[in-house]
């Protein structure tokens, strides 16, 4: 999860928590209020029927004409039963049916004289009052369907409240969050495009002292410091490049002159011929390292162009054929090849042709018969590339390490050789997003299979 949504959703969690709570307050704080404004009317009914009762000089005669004409100040639903002291029911607003009440409540106003219960449907008021000398038990219950129905709306008002809000925090603190980091997302797509090649890129900052501006100046500032250190890397490798290249050409020329035009013994032949392969080797691994600290994973894929593979392979074979002139080369396209393949890949060739360079010497100095055979099939999800020789093959546990730098396989040990040529030909097809697989299919025969995706 990105972190504009981790803050978005938390600040959207906090708000509809604490929301939440408001919520509730209201609710619960409006439905003590609706309770105690009905059980004040229940207070406001029973004095108003105390006072007619002690105004009245025949209750039970002046009673049904009293409540009938005063029924507009009536609670809804509402019932009262009057008893006298000795528990009697002297009057009742129930009419044409039998009344029934609860004797025990009478007798415990004896002893509270007012009982107000809000758990019962309906509830019930009841008091115990002293009138013109007498004792008098009024009992009077109903249903407060207004409060009740103006809380329910409050329930729904407030729940609907409750999700419209929470949804709209977390759609404006989502818009809000993504446009507070918006700065921060252009300075990280500054950051990914930065490459060893563009070291000199500064990232734009705004004039403010957030932490955004104080990151982005902390970059840069490192970024030219690094740019110095690549610049006097790029420095030295030119320098280098040009101390090294410059006496191995003359090296090369010179023994290709002595072996060529002044006449050796044998022995002497081969010593200057395995020096003239010492130096081609040295030449091509040095021109390797050169080429391809000019290129990066990053800005490769930029310069790709069309390369064909049999072209590649057989500008390798003419390049490694001067060094080992009896290794003979096998091309074949397999019958797995689609009729419409043009055996063409995205790519540079000049770094393709190292790849095969070095896959072809390998096969020059460690087969027996010094013959390499190549296989190319091409369907359309890729084109790949068997290159077989003959010879002493290489364990599982040394195939584990085959390309790594600086190792070799115990059929190297009496050979020279750097243990880089590997480790270059894995490093050029990582760039070309490209694999390569060692295999030993029977005793004998050494196989890699270089898979290109198309």
Known sequence: MSLKRKIALTISIAFSLLFGMVMAVIYLSFNDFRRDEFKERFRQRLEFTSHFISKSKDFEEEAPVFFNENSDNILLNEKILIFNEEKELIYSTIKDRNVTWDSAMLKELDKKKIIY???????????????????????????????????SYLKYLLITAYVMSTLLIGFFSYYFVEKFLRPLEDLNKEISEVTAHKLTTQIPVQNSSDEI?????????????????????KDFTASASHEIRTPITRMAFQLENLIKFEEHSPETLSSLQQIQRDVYQLSDLTNSLLLLTKFDKENIQSIYEEVRIDEVIFEAFEGVEKSYPDLKLDFLITE????????????????????????FKNAAVYSDDTEVKVLITETNENLSVEVIS???????????????????GNNAQNISGSGLGLRIVKRILEYHDAEIIYSSPS????????????
């Not at 501006?213 to 890397?233: C, E, H, P, W, Y």
């Open 117 to 151: 219960t809000e758990k019962t449907v309906p509830e019930i008021y009841a008091a115990l009052r002293n009138i013109n000398g007498e004792n008098y038990y009024i009992l009077t219950s109903a249903l407060d369907t207004n409060g009740k129905s103006k809380l």
């Open 213 to 233: 501006s104080v990151l982005a100046k902390s970059f840069n500032t490192m970024i030219g410091r690094l740019d110095d250190v690549f610049q006097s890397q």
């Open 336 to 359: 797995d090849t689609s009729e419409n393949a043009f055996l063409t890949i995205g790519g540079i060739q000049s770094l393709l042709v190292i790849v095969f360079i070095n896959l």
């Open 390 to 408: 003959h010879g002493d093959t290489i364990s599982e546990e040394e195939q584990t390490k085959l390309f790594e730098a600086f190792t070799r």
């Open 443 to 454: 005793a004998y025969m050494n196989k890699f299979t270089i898979i290109f995706k198309k």
